[in-house]
């Protein structure tokens, strides 16, 4: 614990770390730039690596001195702490409006306490949000009181960005009330809410999640459970998903996340049941923790495609971005795109782009699918050329044309027959001719091809 007045000095042994991180940095960044077909495992540990000298930076940044004030200064009552009585180093506004120093106020949400010392109101939330305002005037105060202040604020006014040991503590504690068997329902239901918007509101927290080997665990206990998922607590369900997409967004924890062996089967029955946001919210974590090619190759080998096209075809309008965006991460994979196939990709979006639903995603994923001969196949069957064609001629989107006509000239490269279709478009409104005139660069490339490909097969057919 360090004296009053005195700024803790940065430990030796974080700053020796700081030294190893930098050092394993240059190497693996040296190693990306060398070789040409780097692994995407170096691309991953280098992530890792800047991740990890990114919190010991903001750590040794959110270090701060204990203010000792001289005896002759007397410290105005509304700048003290209601609980300590002493000065507030690190203000904090809690759900009733009322300003707490942190420590102390977390020491008291600790032993079980859900009101408001002072106006004994129940509190909605313990979430703290930190109290810029009064920690200026408190700050200001201590300068026209010509307190030297050798660091440039020795009030401890936590910013977003930083943890303290006291916030990991309170993390730990909540932990614990989210697994532990002794713990109330609305326990439970308190404790996931509150590491719902924690993870929302402060990003550091996602980080806080990798320091503590049990901690996803703990906090997927609750659903972990036999029959979590068919009762009644769906606001439980909503806010522990959500707290796992939200932890899925930090870089360090992708792997740890989706290498937590009750995750993606988890991820996975959301994505059925449990309201619409909760499913929602499964897709988006699986889009999310899908960004390494690791992770890509382990989700789909769950099977977890087949849950994601079956919420595609029901087509909620509020899960439908999100899902398409996860089917598109995951078919970048080749051996995914054969897996989509297998589970009815192909036959659900083409419904849905025919009805003109989220037309710009599910085109970016059907080119993406159209390198798969099966799935150019299922294509043709189902009535693709015309779709296609019509969207070139009606959209205004230079990409959807792109998607649009890389597919038919897939899909014209493998079935002859199509070829017929499309004479026909060209003779009635020269749809691809414009195309390859005034499209984008690519466009005009496949459109070519097309075109070259059909006036062929004429000169073939008037030969014969």
Same mark, same amino acid.
């Given at each position: 614990?360090?004296?009053?007045?005195?700024?803790?000095?940065? #430990?030796?042994?974080?700053?020796?770390?700081?030294?190893?991180?930098?050092?394993?940095?240059?190497?693996?960044?040296?190693?990306?730039?060398?070789?040409?077909?780097? &692994? &995407?495992?170096?691309?991953?540990?280098?992530?890792?690596?800047?991740?990890?000298?990114?919190?010991?930076?903001?750590?040794?940044?959110?270090?701060?001195?204990?203010?000792?004030?001289?005896?002759?200064?007397?410290? #105005?009552?509304?700048?003290?702490? #209601?609980?300590?009585?002493?000065?507030?180093?690190?203000?904090?506004?809690?759900?009733?409006?009322?300003?707490?120093?942190?420590?102390?106020?977390?020491?008291?949400?600790?032993?079980?306490?859900?009101?408001?010392?002072?106006?004994?109101?129940?509190?909605?939330?313990?979430?703290?949000?930190? =109290?810029?305002?009064?920690?200026?005037?408190?700050?200001?105060?201590?300068?026209?009181?010509?307190?030297?202040?050798?660091?440039?604020?020795?009030?401890?006014?936590?910013?977003?960005?930083?943890?303290?040991?006291?916030?990991?503590?309170?993390?730990?504690?909540?932990?614990?009330?989210?697994?532990?068997?002794?713990?109330?329902?609305?326990?439970?239901?308190?404790?996931?809410?509150?590491?719902?918007?924690?993870?929302?509101?402060?990003? &550091?927290?996602?980080?806080?999640?990798?320091?503590?080997?049990?901690?996803?665990?703990?906090?997927?206990?609750?659903?972990?459970?036999?029959?979590?998922?068919?009762? =009644?607590?769906?606001?439980?369900?909503?806010?522990?998903?959500?707290?796992?997409?939200?932890?899925?967004?930090?870089?360090?924890?992708?792997?740890?996340?989706?290498?937590?062996?009750?995750?993606?089967?988890?991820?996975?029955?959301?994505?059925?049941?449990?309201?619409?946001?909760?499913?929602?919210?499964?897709?988006?974590?699986?889009?999310?923790?899908?960004?390494?090619?690791?992770?890509?190759?382990?989700?789909?080998?769950?099977?977890?495609?087949?849950?994601?096209?079956?919420?595609?075809?029901?087509?909620?309008?509020?899960?439908?971005?999100?899902?398409?965006?996860?089917?598109? &991460?995951?078919?970048?994979?080749?051996?995914?795109?054969?897996? %989509?196939?297998?589970?009815?990709?192909?036959?659900?979006?083409?419904?849905?782009?025919? =009805?003109?639903?989220?037309?710009?995603?599910?085109?970016?994923?059907?080119?993406?699918?159209?390198?798969?001969?099966?799935?150019?196949?299922?294509?043709?069957?189902?009535?693709?050329?015309?779709?296609?064609?019509?969207?070139?001629?009606?959209?205004?989107?230079?990409?959807?044309?792109?998607?649009?006509?890389?597919?038919?000239?897939?899909?014209?490269?493998?079935?002859?027959?199509?070829?017929?279709?499309?004479?026909?478009?060209?003779?009635?409104?020269?749809?691809?001719?414009?195309?390859?005139?005034?499209?984008?660069?690519?466009?005009?490339?496949?459109?070519? %091809?097309?075109?070259?490909?059909?006036?062929?097969?004429?000169?073939?057919?008037?030969?014969?």
């Amino acid at each position: 614990m360090a004296k009053p007045g005195v700024v803790d000095s940065y #430990p030796l042994a974080a700053a020796a770390k700081m030294m190893e991180l930098k050092k394993e940095l240059q190497r693996l960044v040296k190693s990306i730039v060398d070789d040409e077909d780097c &692994s &995407s495992e170096t691309i991953d540990q280098a992530n890792e690596t800047l991740s990890l000298l990114k919190d010991l930076k903001l750590r040794k940044r959110s270090s701060s001195m204990s203010l000792k004030l001289p005896k002759t200064v007397t410290c #105005p009552e509304e700048f003290k702490c #209601p609980l300590s009585k002493e000065l507030m180093r690190d203000p904090v506004i809690v759900a009733s409006g009322m300003t707490y120093d942190r420590a102390f106020i977390q020491q008291w949400l600790r032993t079980g306490n859900r009101i408001c010392p002072q106006t004994q109101q129940v509190l909605s939330h313990t979430l703290l949000t930190p =109290n810029h305002l009064v920690c200026k005037i408190i700050e200001q105060w201590c300068k026209n009181q010509g307190i030297n202040l050798s660091s440039p604020s020795s009030l401890h006014c936590v910013d977003e960005e930083s943890i303290t040991d006291a916030d990991r503590d309170h993390f730990l504690w909540l932990l614990e009330k989210i697994s532990s068997d002794s713990s109330a329902l609305s326990e439970q239901k308190a404790s996931a809410k509150e590491l719902r918007l924690l993870t929302k509101r402060m990003p &550091s927290f996602r980080a806080v999640f990798s320091e503590f080997a049990d901690a996803i665990p703990q906090l997927l206990k609750p659903l972990s459970k036999n029959g979590s998922f068919s009762d =009644n607590h769906h606001d439980l369900q909503e806010d522990v998903i959500t707290a796992l997409l939200n932890i899925s967004i930090h870089d360090s924890n992708k792997k740890l996340v989706a290498e937590t062996e009750m995750v993606i089967p988890i991820l996975m029955k959301a994505l059925r049941t449990g309201t619409i946001a909760t499913r929602s919210n499964a897709a988006a974590a699986l889009f999310t923790l899908s960004a390494l090619d690791s992770n890509k190759e382990l989700i789909g080998k769950s099977g977890a495609l087949k849950p994601l096209i079956d919420l595609l075809e029901e087509g909620h309008a509020l899960a439908m971005k999100d899902v398409a965006s996860a089917i598109f &991460s995951l078919c970048v994979l080749h051996e995914n795109k054969a897996r %989509a196939v297998r589970e009815g990709a192909v036959r659900v979006i083409m419904s849905k782009i025919k =009805n003109r639903v989220h037309v710009d995603e599910l085109l970016a994923i059907l080119a993406l699918l159209s390198s798969h001969q099966k799935a150019i196949l299922e294509m043709g069957d189902l009535g693709a050329v015309p779709c296609l064609l019509s969207i070139i001629r009606e959209s205004s989107c230079e990409r959807n044309k792109e998607n649009c006509i890389a597919i038919l000239q897939t899909i014209c490269l493998y079935d002859r027959t199509k070829l017929k279709e499309v004479k026909e478009e060209e003779s009635n409104y020269r749809t691809i001719s414009q195309l390859a005139q005034n499209g984008t660069s690519r466009a005009k490339r496949k459109a070519s %091809a097309v075109f070259e490909r059909l006036n062929r097969a004429v000169n073939i057919t008037h030969t014969a």
